[in-house]
């Protein structure tokens, strides 16, 4: 659990965050969110301590992070940025190892910790581990970012807008990445965004802020059916409910069973893709989409039909 108790950060005369007060469960994955200069990246990199708080305790799982020597902290901690900042000049199983080495494992075990992660994140150990950062894409660069980040076993990792420097098919492809791996190793996990979609899809709360402090603090369905005030209205913008099948994938409106023969040549989606984006495309044209699992096998079809029951 990450606890921050009055929380203060002051440069001169600019409050850049203002008595925040916010409880992080163990195993959740709580979202960062709001305008620019709204103080979220700087609470982020408080937890690590890459920033220094003006003011406030920091409590992770009881021990007060103020008196934990910061470099043992960081290396305690994982953390994701925007475009990956990998190592050009190491190998990406030797990017992926790099805390391992820092925190003094055996070279053996620091590179099978680096297949197993690289295999997590679902890029082929054997194939990529003696490649360079330059010859990966965007996409892939970023999940040897998360490999990396995970390769130690932190119990807490922070992420800073990883995935904003991607086109959109990768950064939803990464979004299902991510809770896919949440839901195979559990971390607590801390996440930055300025995109409210992706901060509904992703997080179990949502933490809004605004010049420095804490607007709204709830889950994403709590949020979108009552907003604490008309910035949080504004903020989430139109359509709310359209908004709420952001937290759901194919997978939960989808008809199981063998597709029809007439969708023989229709567009087939994931089964763990996002609903919204399914729905986009049904209201585009489609007719129906056919649904299929990680390996490609066709396990069902969805329509405008399936949608009707969302509540």
Not at 123 to 144: I, M
Request: charged share 25%; net charge neutral; aromatic share 4%.
């Amino acid at each position: 659990m990450i606890r921050l108790n009055h929380i203060d950060k002051h440069y001169e005369q600019v409050v850049a965050l203002n008595r925040v007060n916010l409880e992080i469960e163990h195993g959740k994955l709580v979202v960062l969110i709001g305008p620019s200069g709204c103080g979220k990246s700087t609470l982020l990199r408080v937890v690590n301590r890459m920033i220094e708080p003006s003011g406030g305790q920091i409590l992770i799982d009881g021990k007060d992070a103020l008196d934990i020597d910061p470099v043992l902290l960081r290396r305690s901690i994982g953390y994701v940025i925007q475009s990956a900042g990998l190592f050009p000049h190491l190998t990406i199983r030797e990017n992926v190892a790099v805390v391992p080495h820092l925190l003094g494992w055996s070279k053996a075990r620091r590179l099978d910790r680096g297949d197993e992660m690289l295999a997590l994140v679902q890029l082929d150990p054997h194939k990529f581990g003696n490649r360079y950062p330059k010859e990966l894409s965007g996409g892939q660069q970023q999940r040897v970012g998360i490999a990396r980040a995970l390769a130690a076993d932190p119990a807490v990792l922070l992420m800073d807008e990883p995935f904003s420097a991607v086109d959109p098919i990768t950064r939803e492809q990464l979004q299902e990445e991510l809770l896919r791996i949440q839901r195979d190793v559990r971390k607590t996990i801390v996440f930055v965004t300025h995109d409210i979609d992706e901060a509904i899809r992703l997080g179990d709360k949502i933490c809004l802020m605004r010049d420095g402090a804490v607007v709204q603090y709830a889950d994403p369905d709590t949020m979108l059916r009552h907003p604490a005030d008309a910035f949080t209205a504004q903020f989430i913008g139109q359509e709310p409910e359209l908004k709420r099948l952001g937290r759901h994938n194919v997978g939960d409106f989808m008809r199981p069973g063998t597709p029809e023969p007439s969708l023989a040549g229709a567009e087939r989606v994931g089964h763990t893709s996002s609903a919204r984006s399914a729905l986009s495309k049904l209201l585009g044209g489609q007719a129906a989409l056919v649904v299929v699992d990680a390996s490609g096998a066709a396990v069902g079809q969805v329509s405008l039909t399936d949608f009707a029951a969302l509540a």
